[in-house]
Structure formats: structure tokens, C-alpha cells
């Protein structure tokens, strides 16, 4: 199992955002403005999808790592940090899913 985290990954995705996009694909897409940024998220998304129906656990695998990083860019572009989202998830964690779903304004 590794130690590496999330939080490690919204480090380095804040680290990279810092660089000029020539230098760096986070900050490029950064650059590149949120409907590009959040695109790329659904694509990945997508990806993953696509590889859980058709069970091929190595696409999953690699998909899912993609998906993490490009929402941490969305965050990022979004200037909301990781720890918001966690507050969130932990939040819901004090009830049932189907509880904290039946609780949610219809939309």
C-alpha cells in the first residue's frame, strides 16, 4: 500500500499550476480556462466508465488515477480546495447514503 494521498496530489497540482503553461500540462490546462478543464474531467470520466462495464481492471486503474488528477485541476481552477469536498464527504458519512440522498432539495 502507498502513503500517497490526495492531499499529496493537490500539492503537486498547486505546485505545477504555478509554472508556465509551456512547462506544464496542469498549468496549461489551468490556463486554458474551467470549460476546458472540466471537459477534460468528463472525457476521463467517461474513460472510466467505459472501462468498469467492460470489466478491464488496468484501464480502471489508470482511468480512476485520471479522473482524481483532473478534478483536482477543476478544483484548482476553481480555487476550492480539496478539504471543502472532504468536509462534505465526511458530512455525509453521519447518515445513511439513502438517507443523505431522500434529505436532498429535488432538482
Do not use: C, W
Not at 497540482?13 to 478543464?37: H, N, Q, W
Not at 478491464?56 to 480546495?81: G, M
Amino acid at each position: 500500500m502507498t502513503d500517497f494521498s490526495l492531499s499529496d496530489l493537490e500539492r503537486i497540482v498547486t505546485e505545477r499550476a504555478k509554472a508556465s503553461p509551456e512547462e506544464s500540462y496542469t498549468a496549461k490546462l489551468i490556463s486554458r480556462g474551467m470549460a476546458v478543464a472540466a471537459k477534460k474531467l468528463g472525457e476521463e470520466a467517461v474513460e472510466a466508465v467505459i472501462a468498469a462495464v467492460t470489466d478491464d481492471r488496468e484501464h480502471l486503474i489508470a482511468e480512476s488515477a485520471d479522473v482524481l488528477y483532473h478534478l483536482l485541476v477543476v478544483l484548482k481552477a476553481a480555487n476550492l480546495p480539496l478539504d471543502e469536498v472532504m468536509a462534505e464527504l465526511e458530512r455525509r458519512t453521519t447518515q445513511s447514503g439513502l438517507a443523505e440522498k431522500a434529505a436532498r432539495p429535488p432538482v
